[in-house]
């Protein structure tokens, strides 16, 4: 029989050792046998066998110490130590592996296990052996086969987090369509009154019109939301007239809501810029709903862009209430953790975020202050298109996230 097929049991139970040593015979393999901890450690040394079958609790020198020094013996590099013990715990096991060991068996067993773990640990060390006679060291082996490892374990991390991204993007879309959907089908139940008014039949159908409109601008925004905190937007570059987008989404604002909605002026030089036009006009758009909640149908809104030191210069004011130190703080937190987790808390809206998270892929920033008359000020700065000049090709595979629809608010 070959060296390598060579088998060690060190246990005090004559009676086990006897049984376990026949056993394995019968599987063709040559077997040693030796009553304690110090006997044990001459087989080893004298016959170099390919596997140690280990008894953890033996008077004198226990399998842990024996374990170790069989690790710590030159010559032994290529013996496999399997622990055998009545107790059983994790503690135990973990510490059987600390010692050295490669497998734990808990008394009673069977004997088919045991025939099933001697034959894999037989059979990777005879792969371990052909490894090295093709000039592979086990070492090396070792850490491809942790390197493959730490990739699974990146893979299942992604799956992970693309299911948490996935639930958490149902989640808000759940909740960011259902009050505009729910007045949707409110408003068109009270249309189909045949006693309805005519005059009264079109101003609900206004209304409709509206709340379809909102409707379709929160869908863009949670789509947009989740494709940012996918890490699947990417920025295109083109010349943009700024001061026609922002007269556009006023336009279509106020078209939108009538009367519904505060005044909505616009200050815009006419000027060129290299942006993401869909991009912009979707931080615009954002801005102004914004505004025009925290303003009231009363309040009004003002509307800035300009161009000023080579950056693009957008800057919305309203008539709402001062903003609170807190909800400053609050009011941008932004996306990027890959698993759902930066997408905004269900009822607190996207709108901010979303600003934010676009100002960040433009290299741009964002900012908030309370104005001395009242209101408040929400302003985005960005630089001309040169971000492209620090994204690699590969950064720009998958989705492009492009809003080409002026009528989109």
């Given at each position: ?123 990777a060390r005879r792969r ?269 595979d998958g989705n492009l ?9």
């Amino acid at each position: 029989m070959d060296a390598r097929e060579r088998v060690l049991i060190i246990d005090d139970d004559g009676d086990l050792r006897a049984a376990l040593a026949e056993y394995l015979r019968g599987m063709g393999l040559d077997v040693l046998e030796a009553a304690d901890g110090e006997s044990g450690l001459e087989a080893v040394r004298a016959h170099a066998p390919a596997l140690v079958l280990l008894d953890l609790t033996m008077p004198g020198m226990d399998g842990y110490v024996v374990c170790r020094a069989i690790r710590a013996m030159p010559g032994a590099e290529r013996t496999a130590v399997v622990v055998i013990t009545g107790l059983a715990g994790t503690d135990l096991a973990l510490r059987a592996f600390d010692s050295g060991a490669v497998d734990f068996i808990t008394k009673p067993f069977h004997l088919q296990e045991v025939r099933a773990r001697v034959r894999t640990h037989l059979e990777a060390r005879r792969r371990g052996v052909a490894l090295e006679e093709k000039g592979l060291s086990l070492e090396k082996a070792f850490s491809e086969a942790a390197a493959m490892n730490r990739s699974l374990l990146t893979l299942n991390d992604k799956l992970r987090k693309s299911e948490a991204l996935k639930d958490r993007f149902l989640s808000l879309m759940r909740n960011e369509i259902n009050n505009p959907l729910n007045d949707i089908i409110g408003l068109a139940d009270r249309i189909l009154d045949p006693a309805l008014d005519p005059a009264r039949g079109r101003e609900l159908a206004r209304l409709v019109r509206m709340e379809a409109t909102r409707l379709d601008f929160q869908i863009r925004n949670v789509f947009c939301a989740a494709e940012l905190e996918a890490g699947q937007a990417r920025p295109t570059v083109s010349r943009v007239d700024v001061a026609s987008v922002a007269r556009d989404v006023a336009d279509s604002c106020s078209r939108a809501a009538g009367s519904q909605h505060p005044e909505v002026r616009v200050s815009a030089e006419e000027a060129h810029f290299d942006t993401d036009g869909g991009m912009v006009h979707l931080i615009l758009a954002d801005l102004v709903a914004n505004a025009a909640l925290r303003s009231g149908p009363a309040g009004q809104v003002e509307v800035s862009v300009a161009v000023t030191g080579g950056q693009l210069r957008i800057r919305v004011a309203d008539s709402g209430p001062a903003l609170e130190e807190q909800a400053r703080q609050d009011l941008f937190r932004g996306f990027g953790g890959g698993d759902g987790s930066g997408l905004a808390a269900p009822g607190l809206g996207l709108i901010l975020p979303v600003v934010k998270a676009l100002a960040d892929l433009l290299d741009g920033s964002v900012s908030a202050e309370n104005l001395p008359g009242g209101g408040a000020a929400f302003e985005v700065r960005l630089p001309p298109g040169t971000f492209l000049d620090h994204m690699d090709a590969e950064s720009m595979d998958g989705n492009l996230l492009i809003f080409d629809d002026p009528q989109a608010f």
